[in-house]
């Protein structure tokens, strides 16, 4: 009894012994992982690296792939202190994604058409319908529209409460896909009220970050959709270039002013050539 005694409580001792070890680890390896200077080190050593110095901020890891997925969880788990970890991390992410960009995924200079859609004049027909025809309106809107993108490879971005941003490819499948989106929606009624769409298309190249688009020709795209008057399309110059006129109809908007669009800017309805 004695003997097993012993043996026991030697395991005990040993067991005791590990876990201590572990923790001394633990607690050495968190100490150096907030050590400034290999904070510091890690971080020069990210500007030396290709891709995206900032990577890890809230706008660059808002996609779904799997370099903003995990940079996401990183930037969780180290988001209430500094991490030497953290840095290695997000380097390691950077060039990930860099070579994914690289490789044609996401590149900054791929030329892409930008749609952007909302409804005409839904906040006001909102206040006096209230928060649950507001909804349903949108789940409808939604479910009308978002096939008709999709369908023409369109990959939606975003959406923007009773509108959306998506981009494609092929221009021509930009403005086609905008033109059934507004023929969809017309079979779309909620509590004896039928929304009408609005649409803009422009083409460019737009920095791509996270699973989102920034940039001037962003911009524009937004301003051109804001300009487009209920079930009408308005289409840039820059895609109206790329059209086929026997595909599609462009009437030169001559009345065109938008705040933070350029001043030269050529504005086009778009409809189905007869």
């Not at 680890?25 to 995206?52: C, F, Q, V, W, Y």
């Not at 903003?68 to 950077?94: C, D, F, I, N, W």
């Not at 507004?182 to 079979?187: H, K, L, N, Q, Y």
Request: proline content about 4%; overall charge negative.
């Amino acid at each position: 009894m004695a003997e097993n005694k012993k043996k026991d409580n030697k395991k005990d001792d040993e067991s005791d012994s590990k876990l201590s070890r572990v923790a001394r680890t633990g607690a050495a390896l968190k100490k150096m992982d907030g050590n400034e200077r290999l904070i510091s080190t890690a971080k020069a050593l990210r500007n030396l690296l290709p891709g995206d110095k900032e990577y890890g901020d809230p706008l660059s890891v808002a996609g779904s792939e799997t370099p903003h997925v995990l940079g996401k969880r990183l930037s969780t788990l180290t988001a209430k202190r500094p991490s030497a970890m953290r840095e290695m991390g997000m380097g390691a992410l950077q060039v990930w994604q860099s070579v994914s960009e690289a490789q044609g995924r996401g590149q900054g200079k791929e030329e892409l058409a930008i749609l952007f859609t909302d409804l005409v004049d839904f906040s006001d027909w909102a206040l006096e319908a209230g928060d649950d025809a507001a909804i349903e309106l949108l789940r409808c809107v939604g479910l009308a529209i978002e096939p008709p993108i999709e369908d023409r490879d369109g990959r939606i971005v975003k959406r923007l409460g009773d509108g959306l941003m998506a981009v494609f490819d092929d221009p021509a499948e930009a403005v086609e896909a905008a033109l059934d989106a507004t023929e969809a929606i017309r079979d779309v009624e909620v509590e004896g009220h039928t929304p009408t769409l609005r649409a803009g298309v422009h083409v460019g190249k737009p920095r791509p970050l996270g699973g989102d688009y920034f940039g001037v020709d962003v911009n524009v795209a937004a301003r051109v959709a804001d300009a487009a008057g209920a079930d009408e399309v308005l289409i840039s110059d820059a895609a109206r270039k790329l059209l086929d006129d026997e595909k599609v109809e462009a009437r030169r908007r001559w009345r065109f002013k938008a705040k933070g669009a350029p001043k030269d800017l050529d504005v086009y309805t778009a409809s189905r050539a007869s």
